[in-house]
T-cell receptor, first 114, second 115 residues
Framework: GAVVSQHPSWVICKSGTSVKIECRSL??????MFWYRQFPKQSLMLMAT?????????EQGVEKDKFLINHASLTLSTLTVTSAHPEDSSFYIC??????????FGPGTRLTVT | GENVEQHPSTLSVQEGDSAVIKCTYS??????FPWYKQELGKRPQLIID?????GEKKDQRIAVTLNKTAKHFSLHITETQPEDSAVYFC??????????????FGTGTKLQVIP
């Protein structure tokens, strides 16, 4: 299966600061990366789809100026939460958009904004 | 877009009994239905999947059924064990642009297996 890593695995930041989350595909190249957010005791919700070399596509209700996505290479996609607030505290998970039907997930990043 | 509903939200069973989780989807274009198990603080793990051209699939104690006409699919776990305790998500998936699979998740079922 596809190996996906995320860094950091957990982060605590102060309100108003920005946090960058990295998602790397270790043994394959990912043209597309999905970014999900999961609040406690809730399901995974797709936030945006990043495409290598082009602008990300955001789901309805997700602020593109707050959640900056960059997919500069086929092995790295980043999500930056800008001016973080406590309501942004969540579990952020990336997943490569692969041509096959199985889907793999990164280990996730737990963000806590104080 | 696709909408996936999942029931029940919580399920408690005695060890050794069976557990059934049901889902419905709305978009007939969905053609792939994976099920995930997520333990607390961990990523979802694929446990079984079924394609739209198949009605039933079994893997040891886990089975999944699909009714395309009714847009229903279900997960069946037999002879449950305490280590089956987790949150289970159903999902409906369809091909997006570029050939990748875009996944919509159900709301999740917290399964508790009581020893």
């Amino acid at each position: 299966g596809a190996v996906v890593s995320q860094h950091p695995s957990w982060v605590i930041c102060k309100s108003g600061t920005s946090v960058k989350i990295e998602c790397r595909s270790l043994d394959f190249q990912a043209t597309t990366m999905f970014w999900y957010r999961q609040f406690p005791k809730q399901s995974l919700m797709l936030m945006a789809t990043s495409n290598e070399g082009s602008k990300a596509t955001y789901e309805q209700g997700v602020e593109k100026d707050k959640f900056l996505i960059n997919h500069a290479s086929l092995t790295l996609s980043t999500l930056t939460v800008t001016s973080a607030h406590p309501e942004d505290s969540s579990f952020y998970i990336c997943s490569p958009g692969l041509a096959g039907t199985s889907q793999y997930f990164g280990p996730g990043t737990r963000l806590t904004v104080t | 877009g696709e909408n996936v509903e999942q029931h029940p939200s919580t399920l408690s069973v005695q060890e050794g009994d069976s557990a059934v989780i049901k889902c419905t989807y709305s978009d007939s274009a969905s053609n792939y239905f994976p099920w995930y198990k997520q333990e607390l603080g961990k990523r979802p793990q694929l446990i079984i999947d079924i394609r739209s051209n198949v009605g039933e699939k079994k893997d040891q104690r886990i089975a999944v059924t699909l009714n395309k006409t009714a847009k229903h699919f279900s997960l069946h776990i037999t002879e449950t064990q305490p280590e089956d305790s987790a949150v289970y998500f159903c999902a409906a998936s369809m091909k997006g642009r570029g050939g990748y699979q875009k996944v919509t998740f159900g709301t999740g079922t917290k399964l508790q297996v009581i020893p």
